[in-house]
T-cell receptor, first 116, second 118 residues
Framework: DVKVTQSSRYLVKRTGEKVFLECVQD?????MFWYRQDPGLGLRLIYF???????EKGDIPEGYSVSREKKERFSLILESASTNQTSMYLC???????????????FGAGTRLSVL | AQSVTQLGSHVSVSEGALVLLRCNYS??????LFWYVQYPNQGLQLLLK??????LVKGINGFEAEFKKSETSFHLTKPSAHMSDAAEYFC????????????????FGTGTKLQVIP
């Protein structure tokens, strides 16, 4: 089974802190994603990466950056956390293969971040 | 461009009753359609998918969905709800891949929370 592991389930940070959310997948997937999940808004894509050191902005990249130094690891960085970044953050991965397989995303359990 | 609309952010059914979760999509090209389920304190996992071919798709845990092109719908059903079905369900759409490799944007709906009443 594909496993996507997010390093923290719950985080509490102060406004202005630099925050790192880590995600590791063990299936050698090329694509990795960061979403935030808010009630009534569903999943919104923050950033994705299709290869090591490659990244693309998603729908809501403002206030976030990412790092992908190794294929299996994708980090989300909040340079200066703000209260409006309090949310559930989900990491996902998917393979780059033919057909529908590359559209199936495998998710981690999520990190619930509270910024006070 | 593509979008997904899930009607009803909360749905309640009695245990043993029919589950019907609605999803309508729009897509400028033939779509691939998905349902994901999120149990409490967990990430999303794939429930079922439609690509091409048979329009009635069966998934895990007794769920199924029917692709209706004329109605641009992909509603999720289960004949008899079980307490363990209580979760949030997300419909998702992506365009049919037209080239090899590359990322195909997946658009998720806003989710429907299913409550099962004993």
């Amino acid at each position: 089974d594909v496993k996507v592991t997010q390093s923290s389930r719950y985080l509490v940070k102060r406004t202005g802190e630099k925050v790192f959310l880590e995600c590791v997948q063990d299936m050698d997937h090329e694509n990795m994603f960061w979403y935030r999940q808010d009630p009534g808004l569903g999943l919104r894509l923050i950033y994705f990466s299709y290869d090591v050191k490659m990244k693309e902005k998603g729908d809501i990249p403002e206030g976030y950056s990412v790092s992908r130094e190794k294929k299996e690891r994708f980090s989300l960085i909040l340079e200066s956390a703000s209260t409006n970044q309090t949310s559930m953050y989900l990491c996902a991965s998917s393979p780059t293969t033919e057909g529908v397989a590359k559209n199936i995303q495998y998710f981690g359990a999520g990190t619930r971040l509270s910024v006070l | 461009a593509q979008s997904v609309t899930q009607l009803g952010s909360h749905v309640s059914v009695s245990e043993g009753a029919l589950v019907l979760l609605r999803c309508n999509y729009s897509s400028s090209v033939p779509p691939y359609l998905f349902w994901y389920v999120q149990y409490p304190n967990q990430g999303l996992q794939l429930l079922l998918k439609y690509t091409t071919g048979a329009t009635l798709v069966k998934g895990i845990n007794g769920f199924e969905a029917e692709f209706k092109k004329s109605e641009t719908s992909f509603h999720l059903t289960k004949p008899s709800a079980h307490m363990s079905d209580a979760a949030e369900y997300f419909c998702a759409v992506t365009p049919t891949p037209w080239n090899s490799g590359g990322y195909q944007k997946v658009t998720f709906g806003t989710g429907t929370k299913l409550q099962v009443i004993p």
